[in-house]
């Protein structure tokens, strides 16, 4: 299958505020004029927009029992999986690039049989699009995904390791989500799967 696989370059921010540093900021989109004017984008640009749907996204109601939070440091990311997981230590998983040849967009076939992780909690964090890094972090407990070891090999002969996760329960997902434009069908349809980006966390328990 085709998949697209980012990778790091020195345009992109690859760590996490400290705490000291991330609260000296507003993050909140009632803030977003101050905010624009700090980081010295016009209201019309790309990166406003960017920031805004961030922001925005962030604010949003948790639905149903998923767990929801957006993590702006490395101190608010460790309280979040104390917050989820308690006393249970997490273990994070990754998608890695094995090969130096890396190529964006190729076709990738598996070359084992996928690795079931055996976790009933976990966590996801996917980066989003704003100034400094921020994770949008979400979860369930309970059996309400699976989650996979892909071993992949390009067309170029490339190695990835990633990371897959199936939502089996879609039943309380948007109508307009982009897993339903892309693949067809409608919330509660049946389950969802994706590879998870390479600069993405997936915390289980």
Known sequence: MPIYFASNDDSTPTHLLSKTQADSIPFSSSKLPYLLEYFQFSNTSSQAKAME????????????????????????????????????????????????????????????????????????????????????????????????????????????????????????WDADHVAFRLLGGYPGSGPVCHVIPIDNLVWVA
């Open 53 to 172: 749907t961030t922001l925005r996204q962030c604010e949003l109601k948790s639905i149903g029992d998923e767990f929801k939070r957006c993590v702006t440091s490395l101190e608010s990311m460790m309280d979040m999986t104390q917050e989820f997981f308690g006393s249970v230590k997490p273990k994070v998983l990754t998608t890695k690039i094995l090969s130096s040849n890396h190529t964006l967009y190729q076709n990738y076939t598996l070359v084992e049989k996928p690795l079931e992780v055996n976790t009933s909690e976990m966590v996801a964090c996917h980066t989003m699009a704003y100034p400094y890094m921020v994770y949008y972090c979400h979860g369930h407990k309970g059996h309400m995904t699976r989650i996979f070891k892909l071993a992949l090999g390009g067309d170029n002969n490339e190695r990835i390791e990633s990371i897959s996760v199936c939502h089996k329960d879609t039943s309380m």
